[in-house]
């Protein structure tokens, strides 16, 4: 029995990968290299250069590897790039997702746990969202994702096979035992933009709208620490290795935070004053998003850690600080 991760070089895979690893279980790697790191991937775990839409190069893995489920985080996720590139996302996400499946189902593997996002929900009427939230999304990153959500459901009915696709908020935080984190410098997300700016890699953050119809004005999103994210995968994992039925989960915490309020938790967690400049609205940003995520605490036996945005601000900083010693050590 043995765990497939593909994208395990990418900033969530990577923490799966330990993960596994802590559990004792066998695990290998697919990675195509584009937005992942070598360096992230334990030396001990096999790991296959290739893409997830190479079908002979995961089947072999499959097969010499003894693979019973495959968890699936290898994708494109910049919401603006995918509006300016729609097609390389559906190929990157969707076509190389539907291989993927067809490969799985073709060796036999029953298992899969999807990385899907709260972005097929668009801009959602009310909040918080459920499950059964209607999804409409509003990028092509969204419906790569969605279009994949489609394909597993209909390949479980029609096949022996059982998908777990989990929706995740937003994503922060990095191993609290240090060993891996957001490491992208392209990533523009608000805490990689705050941990930047407390650093000093970045001179400024933007504040993307204050004008909005929340409590500030600013922005409200559910950040959940990647450790919780992936203690859903891992129950995904064994519900599903347990015989568990196929099905959609929210993965959040079930409460937001703004902008601002964010801002006010990194000042008073380093103790240092973050230079912010107000910027006008980014294009498709809802004022709010957050999950009512109960479904993967009962169903899924999911209980989160680490819930406490000073723990997130605390983690994030900490591995920002160990990477920039990594490329200044490089340079
Ligand atoms: N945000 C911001 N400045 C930044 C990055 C993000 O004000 O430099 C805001 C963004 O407008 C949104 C929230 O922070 O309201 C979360 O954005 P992020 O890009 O982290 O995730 P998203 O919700 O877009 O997936």
Redesign the pocket.
């Known amino acids: 029995m043995s765990v497939l991760v593909t994208g395990g070089a990418g900033y969530i895979g990577s923490h799966m990968v330990l993960a596994l690893m802590d559990a004792g279980q066998d695990v290998c790697v697919i990675d195509n290299l584009t937005t992942g790191y070598r360096w992230a991937i334990p030396q001990e775990v096999t790991f296959i250069e290739a893409d997830v839409g190479d079908e002979a190069a995961v089947s072999a893995a499959i097969e010499q590897h003894g693979v019973d489920a495959v968890v699936h985080f290898a994708g494109s996720i910049v919401?603006p790039e995918s509006v300016s590139d729609p097609l390389g996302y559906y190929h990157n996400n969707t076509v190389n997702s539907r291989s993927l499946i067809e490969t799985c189902v073709k060796t036999g593997v029953k298992n899969m746990i999807f990385s899907s996002?709260?972005?097929v929900y668009g801009t959602p009427e009310v909040s918080p969202v459920t499950e059964a939230t209607p999804t409409e999304p509003i990028s092509p990153y969204g419906a790569s994702k969605l279009m994949t959500e489609w394909m597993l459901r209909d390949t479980a009915f029609a096949h022996d096979f059982n998908y777990v696709a989990l929706r995740y908020?937003?994503v922060?935080g990095a191993d609290p035992k240090g060993r891996s984190g957001q490491s992208n410098p392209a990533a523009?997300?608000?805490?990689?933009?705050?941990m930047r700016t407390a650093l000093g890699i970045s001179d400024h953050?933007?504040?993307?709208?204050r004008d909005?119809d929340t409590r500030d004005g600013?922005?409200?999103?559910d950040?959940i620490h990647v450790s919780d994210l992936i203690g859903a995968h891992l129950a995904a994992l064994k519900y599903l290795r347990g015989g568990g039925e196929s099905g959609i989960f929210n993965c959040g915490y079930g409460h937001g935070c703004t902008?601002l309020e964010?801002i006010d938790a990194v000042e008073r967690v380093l103790q240092q004053k973050i230079n912010v400049v107000d910027?006008d609205?980014?294009a498709?940003?809802?004022?709010e998003?957050v999950s009512v995520a109960d479904k993967a605490r009962k169903v899924l036996g999911w209980t989160p850690q680490y819930d406490n945005l000073d723990v997130i601000v605390q983690t994030a900083y900490a591995w920002e600080q160990a990477l920039t010693a990594r490329i200044d050590a490089a340079e």
């Open positions: 919401v996002t709260a972005a908020f937003n922060a523009t997300h608000l805490l990689k933009a705050l953050m933007k504040i993307f709208g909005y600013t922005c409200i999103r950040y902008v964010a910027a609205r980014r498709g940003d809802p004022p998003l």
